[in-house]
């Protein structure tokens, strides 16, 4: 069978998804498709007809009906991508996958190499680094690291409240 979405996305590689060329070729190659079915004589034979390969001529066609204008380069670059296409789709129809399968993807919000510590430690508030005396102006610290933000309010040079109100202020 015919996939759409796949199909428009071929046509648009090759500057054809904003017109009407798209949807005429595939009204084509669903037609050829059911006409193919239709010849078999039993309903089974009909779920088995294979896909039928687009042609040059179905492009043609549908370059007509769509008023676009192909470049015989064009034409052999579309077949190969297209048919390519519905091989692959073959492939992927042949994997019988039940629904009880979970999706094949994985999230890790972990960047390339990066490891978690899962042994619980109590901080270590000595590799801060050493603070002096709080500046006067508290706008001095407006750029300063974390670690030593946190180093002054630990040490009670600096109050958190002090800090936030600073922020605020700047903020204003």
């Known amino acids: 069978m015919l996939d759409r979405r796949r199909f ?6 090759f500057g054809f998804a904003s017109t009407l060329f798209p949807g005429a070729l595939y009204s084509i190659a669903a037609q050829a498709q059911a006409a193919a079915a239709s010849t078999g004589n039993s ?19 549908a370059a007509i009906i769509a008023g676009v204008k192909l470049k015989p380069a064009q034409i052999p670059m579309m077949l190969n991508g297209l048919n390519r296409q519905r091989k692959g789709y073959d492939s992927i129809r042949a994997l019988h996958i039940p629904n009880s399968v979970p999706p094949a993807y994985i999230f890790d919000p972990l960047p390339p190499g990066a490891t978690i510590h899962i042994n619980r430690e109590l901080p270590n508030y000595s590799r801060f680094p050493a603070v002096g005396k709080a500046p006067a102006n508290l706008e001095a ?4 690291t974390l670690p030593r933000l946190s180093e002054f309010i630990r040490t009670k040079k600096v109050s958190s409240v002090a800090l936030t109100e600073m922020y605020i202020a700047r903020i204003r």
């Open 141 to 144: 610290l407006a750029f300063e």
């Open 43 to 61: 309903e089974a034979s009909k779920n088995a007809t294979p896909p039928q390969k687009i042609t040059a001529e179905m492009l043609q066609q």
């Open 8 to 13: 428009l996305q071929v046509c648009s590689q």
